[in-house]
């Protein structure tokens, strides 16, 4: 299993730039999150999807942010437009409805100038 | 209160000794609690999951579950320096979503 992939893994952008993060969960994993990391804040949830379907998007920070997941193999976190204090490091993760944690993908470091 | 509390550290540990962590929370987040490591640069990877109190064992990896007291430890024995990283406390109320700690710095010193 190649795990839980992100794309891209580094994203330069400049400020009011439209801002598109990929993933791509684990097959058969039925819930999908996205978390932003920063010194400041740490891990913070940002959305949730179980089947495709978003539950929790209370962590969206603005009307800035959008994610969507059009089918149980992608999905995808918007950000337009991108302010400087976007700037973390953007995790997704996807999980299986047992026992057992969530597998990270590797991150997207989205640096906002 | 924050919902998951841990200490920033670094904390630090000569090679060989046993290496403590903590973490509470708060009435919010009491269901499952779940203990990751992340490598600086790298993604949080899963150690342990704790579900009922007591201990659960794995290897070197010890994760302690105090209801009672709201709160969750992870002790690791004969710490080497390749445990030395960032040690992220996570906990549910219940739902699939983990609130994570800022997490603890672990060094261990050779």
């Known amino acids: 299993d190649a795990g839980v992939i992100q794309s891209p893994r580094h994203e330069v952008t400049e400020m009011g730039q439209e801002v598109t993060l990929r993933c791509k969960p684990i097959s058969g994993h039925d819930y999908l999150f996205w978390y932003r990391q920063t010194m400041m804040r740490g891990l913070e949830l940002l959305i949730y999807f179980n089947n495709n379907v978003p539950i929790d998007d209370s962590g969206m920070p603005e009307d800035r942010f959008s994610a969507k997941m059009p089918n149980a193999s992608f999905s995808t976190l918007k950000i337009q437009p991108s302010e400087p204090r976007d700037s973390a490091v953007y995790f997704c993760?996807?999980?299986?409805?047992?026992?057992?944690?969530?597998?990270f993908g590797s991150g997207t470091r989205l640096t906002v100038v | 209160q924050k919902e998951v509390e841990q200490n920033s550290g670094p904390l630090s540990v000569p090679e060989g000794a046993i290496a403590s962590l903590n973490c509470t929370y708060s009435d919010r987040v009491s269901q499952s609690f779940f203990w990751y490591r992340q490598y600086s640069g790298k993604s949080p990877e899963l150690i342990m999951s704790?579900?009922?109190?007591g201990d659960k064992e794995d290897g070197r990896f010890t994760a302690q579950l105090n209801k009672a007291s709201q709160y969750v430890s992870l002790l690791i024995r004969d710490s080497q320096p390749s445990d030395s990283a960032t040690y992220l406390c996570?906990?549910?109320?219940?739902?699939?979503?983990?609130?994570f700690g800022t997490g603890t710095r672990l060094k261990v010193l050779a």
């Open positions: 704790i579900y009922s109190n």
């Open positions: 993760a996807s999980r299986d409805s047992g026992l057992g944690g969530y597998t």
């Open positions: 996570a906990a549910t109320g219940g739902t699939y979503k983990y609130i």
